[in-house]
């Protein structure tokens, strides 16, 4: 958004569905091209960027690799890529980012919140719909940011946009009118709709630091009860993040746990989301409940929410569909707004 709004016209290939076109990709007339990698398989290691941008580093993909050393060996790999005249753009606030950050042979240009960065955010607000925030660059100040995309991790991400797009010779009040006017990828907190005064929210977040972010920021943005359902992704990334899965539902006032959707994987003795429903419960969660399939899902929240409450799909399967089904039903009851 930033770049078009500077007339640079780039082509674009990511990941997510950009609300704004209804796309992932778009065909520029411009040099530039904007690029999501994906580390999951290391394929990221292919491409040759100019401008390399590493929002965070984590244990993910375990699947593939066999700990997180090799992950950042993967990402040191990927930033040194970068050509004599280019740049890596590193959120110093992760700190599997910080400690690949001194090997990295081609300039670095940092943004963060909690530590020392080139690019900092003060004075962060989150109303009710929009987030401002006060940007600066190695002290100066920039200015005010306005974003209409909740949560902390835009803010973050924001950054991150800034710093490519001075690197591009744009000016802040360009960058600034860019951020200003994203609104979004689809299944990133993409709201759904609204029935009987109760909103319902997708998003695709499937790891724990995912899901920590997407709640926190649900939190901000939504001042009712939260009920979450969460399909689990993958035997292998369930097996290998268990733990961490038992702590990332704080946020949720009412959480509901679906089968784990496959993705073409076979099953893993002892791994299901019923071993997931008790290990949360034991944790401590206040109201957390197993439900296997999508008809009971949809049955219970039906029954369960209440005006106010929002309603969020979580997860990188199809649990989408269960939202859907959710406003779909009350349509038919003559009650959506």
Known sequence: TILAEGGLDPTMVIGGKLASIGSNARLGDGDIIVAEADESDGSFLKLSPTIAVVTNIDREHLDYYPGIEEIKA??????????FYGCTVMC??????????GAIKRRVITYGIDQPADYSANDIRFLESKTLY??????????????IVPGLFNVYNSMAAVAVGRELGLDTATIRKGL???????????????????????DYGHHPTEILATLAAARQMWKGRLI???????????KALFD???????????????????????????????ALWAAIKENGHPHVEYIGQVQNTLDFLLTTAKPGDTI??????SVYKIGEAFLEQLEKKGEKK
């Open 74 to 83: 993967a990402f040191l790999k990927f930033a040194n890529i970068v050509p």
């Open 92 to 101: 110093n606030d992760n700190e599997h980012v910080r400690e690949i950050a």
């Open 134 to 147: 006060q940007l600066s660059y190695r002290g100066e100040s920039l200015g005010d940011v306005e974003l």
């Open 180 to 202: 200003k006017s994203f609104s979004g990828v689809q299944r990133r907190l993409e709201v759904k709709g609204r029935a009987r005064q109760i909103t319902v929210v997708d």
């Open 228 to 238: 979450v359902v969460f399909q689990p992704h993958r035997f292998t990334r369930t």
């Open 244 to 274: 961490e899965f038992t702590r990332s539902f704080s946020d949720a006032d009412i959480l509901v746990l679906n089968d784990i959707y496959p993705a073409s994987e076979a099953p893993i003795p002892g791994i299901n989301s019923a």
């Open 312 to 317: 969020i799909t979580l997860g990188a399967g």
